[in-house]
């Protein structure tokens, strides 16, 4: 009997197809069995010491592949597909790995930068070799204590040079008072800018306090998730009543499950001031688009509207305290010049940014950009 050549054809390619996937199944075999073997190597109590940790801790195997990792290194923003992002933290773990004093950790203080935007953490790195290629990896955010002291020069700065207008005022506006006392028309016409004043200059000290706040604030270490569907929610609402005065109408576009790590209302402020710029610098009965989206492992609050637009060449200068494009209008929307700087300094301490795009004439689009919300490594080396 004789078989044609289509038939010895598929015999050897079933032949060859078996082959291939009992391979592939020994492979995934073997690498099941070795992730097992490495996980038995890293010494007991490594794991509960993780989870106790208030501070990034990792572990990583001699292919420098992240096998443990607690919530707090994703949010500081080390990790990214099982492996660290910044070179500087690598290095620490290899001379870690080579050192023949396993005992002896080393120690280490590093400026990371962040992968959006130029937001900066400092940081007091710790690097112990375990055995068997395995190193543990300590990250303390320092942050907060390196920013303090030029924090507290900023604000003295801001103080003695922008209050000095409003409190001029209110001094000048006193004594117009009490010289128009026989005066009744005169006297409720002061009275008025006086109330006036009183009110801008509340306004600035609080804004510069939160300023203060803002850059004191220890966020990006924080685990604490936020639904940024509720930040866009919540901003909107704050905004309501102004939009509703300059019937202007919101257009709300949002996607669900977009989580970030950080604070809720700090990011609800962000939003807020953005969206309260855009209705303060568009025309009555204007509109003003909020979207919300995530693209390549970022989350994107974006703030359109048709307003004025912004001159090129005050793009850059835009988000420095008290920067004014137009003085005479930010002081008729009772502008302090602080809202654009709090938004970015909100992003940076998420460990974003935020970018702008604006046409004269056309209108601008603001967008707050901030890493999403990755989920720790357990003990099996996945992610939860």
């Known amino acids: 009997m004789s078989y044609s050549w289509e038939f010895w054809s598929s015999v050897i390619l079933a032949f060859v197809t078996g082959s291939v996937a009992t391979g592939l199944i020994v492979w995934s075999s073997s690498k099941a069995q070795d992730a097992q073997q490495k996980a038995q190597v890293i010494?007991?109590?490594?794991t509960g010491a993780l989870h106790a940790l208030a501070t990034a801790g990792l572990v990583l195997d001699s292919d420098n592949k992240i096998v443990r990792a607690t919530r707090s290194a994703f949010a500081l923003g080390l990790v990214r597909d099982q492996y660290l992002v910044h070179p500087k933290l690598v290095a620490l773990v290899d001379k870690a790995r080579k050192s023949k004093k396993s005992s002896k950790a080393r120690v280490k203080d590093f400026a990371l930068a962040s992968e959006i935007g130029d937001a900066t953490i400092w940081v007091n790195s710790r690097a112990l070799h375990l055995g068997e290629g395995f190193v543990l990896l300590l990250v303390e955010d320092r942050t907060e204590s390196h920013n303090l002291e030029e924090t507290r020069r900023d604000f003295v700065a801001n103080i003695s040079h922008e209050l000095k207008t409003p409190i001029g005022?209110?001094?000048l506006?006193?004594?117009?008072?009490?010289?128009?006392?026989d005066d009744p028309k005169q006297v409720r016409k002061f009275a008025k800018s006086l109330?006036?004043?009183?009110?801008?200059?509340?306004q600035l000290v609080q804004d510069i306090i939160q300023l203060s706040r803002v850059q004191s604030a220890d966020v990006a270490g924080g685990t604490s998730e936020v639904d940024l569907q509720l930040v866009v929610a919540e901003a909107v609402d704050r905004n309501r009543v102004l939009a509703n005065k300059k019937k202007i109408q919101l257009k709300v576009s949002t996607t669900d499950g977009i989580r970030v790590f950080g604070d809720l209302e700090l990011l609800t402020t962000a939003a807020k001031n953005l969206i309260e710029n855009a209705i303060s610098y568009s025309?009555?009965?204007?509109?003003?688009?909020i979207s919300l989206r995530k693209k390549s492992g970022v989350a994107e609050i974006a703030i359109k509207d048709k307003g004025a637009g912004i001159?090129?060449?005050?793009?850059?200068?835009?988000f420095e305290r008290f920067y004014r494009v137009d003085q005479s209008r930010s002081r008729a929307t009772g502008g302090t010049g602080l809202g654009l700087s709090l938004v970015k300094n909100i992003a940076q301490k998420h460990l974003g940014e935020v970018q702008v795009k604006s046409k004269v004439g056309a209108g601008s689009t603001f967008t707050i950009r901030i890493p999403l919300a990755t989920a720790p490594i357990d003990a099996t080396g996945s992610k939860k």
């Open 195 to 202: 109330e006036t004043e009183s009110l801008r200059l509340t």
């Open 283 to 289: 025309d009555t009965e204007s509109p003003v688009s």
């Open 43 to 46: 010494p007991d109590g490594i």
């Open 311 to 318: 001159a090129t060449d005050d793009l850059d200068r835009i």
């Open 173 to 181: 506006l006193a004594e117009a008072v009490q010289s128009a006392a």
């Open 169 to 171: 005022a209110i001094s």
